[in-house]
């Protein structure tokens, strides 16, 4: 879908300005061995609203029940690689 | 034949029983920091005497009051539920009978929580069609008898209540105050919300219906303000849906509606599905925070999944 390919500190980057916006997370606990919901408390809508925001910005698309299985950072970092292509 | 309607009064009822999120703290573990900050409610109100036909006759009477009509004035009952529990009569002919309206059209419509824009633009085209002359919409839901209090995920989100509007055919050369609806459907996202005759509590697949709202409905909104011929700008208050706060800034956000009151009832009214903006319109009326003619856009989503809206003047 996107023809722009990001690095894996570009998303790790994007990623943490999102949650900053989304959820109020300090980027510099936003580290990819963190996991969303226990240690960064970001709960299910905002997971959603990240999801949105991701997705806009890198050109993916991440549907609903592959969420799920997004428990790092370093799961939707890879994620979102390997969706670009 | 009129080449369209008005509101002319708007009424609600709520009952008086208070739920607050530390009442429901002491049924199911939560608490109430966790429920505002997931939801954005602090209170709901619970019918407990009052069935869904009694919540509709009193928001009913008191907005044919504030029109300044008798029942003798109205011929056509609509009324938006998902929650009456019988089936035979329907809500419409009992409002009817206990506000001693002798022969109006009577019907109840179905959308779930976008039931008040659905029944609103049925009233108004069956006016423009001179099917009738005034009407009196009604949105009502008890949605605590299809609440599991066992159900910690969904029992903090509900509540009970009705608002309701009348309208009526405005004169030959006047403008129409009732704006064209903006209604459709997701019918391949039916299981979504669910109140099932074989599992009768309310279930919805949460992070799905949020997603689709946030993502998809401002557009949908912005299209009612064109459809009336208003500009955003210039819309004076925002009522969706009450579903749960997030939702509301989340499409109020898309929204650029920059100087609209961004109703929020939801914080003391929990989600009262189809009866929602009529209860959160009527409320902020009465409040005074909006005046007679201005444009108010009102945005109903919700089970199906279904949306409807459209822009009216503030009687």
Known sequence: MSTVKNTREEIVEGLSEILEEVAGVDPKEATEDKSFTEELDVDSLSMVEVVVAAEERFGVKIPDDDVQSLKTVGDAVSYIEKAQG | MTTGTRVIGLGHYQPDKVLTNDDLAKMVDTNDEWIQSRVGIRERRIAEKESVADMATAAAERALAASGRT?????????????????????????????????????????????????????????????????????????????????????VLFGDGAGAAVITGVADGETPEVGPVVWGSVPKMSDAVRIEASHPYIAQEGQTVFRWAITTLAPLARKAAERAGVDMADITAFVAHQANLRIIEGIAKKLDAPNAIIASDVVESGNTSAASVPLALSKLAESGRIASGDPVLLFGFGGGLTYAGQVIRCP
């Open chain 2, 71 to 155: 029942a003798a004035d109205i011929d056509l009952v609509v009324v938006a539920t998902c929650s009456a529990i019988d089936r035979v009569p329907n809500i419409a002919c009992r409002v009817a009978d206990r506000l001693g309206i002798e022969a109006p059209g009577a019907y109840d419509v179905n959308t779930a929580c976008s039931g008040f824009s659905h029944a609103l633009a049925t009233a108004d085209h069956a006016i423009r069609a001179d099917a009738a002359t005034s009407a009196i919409v009604i949105g009502v839901e008890k949605l605590s008898d299809f609440t599991d209090w066992t159900d910690r995920s969904t029992c």
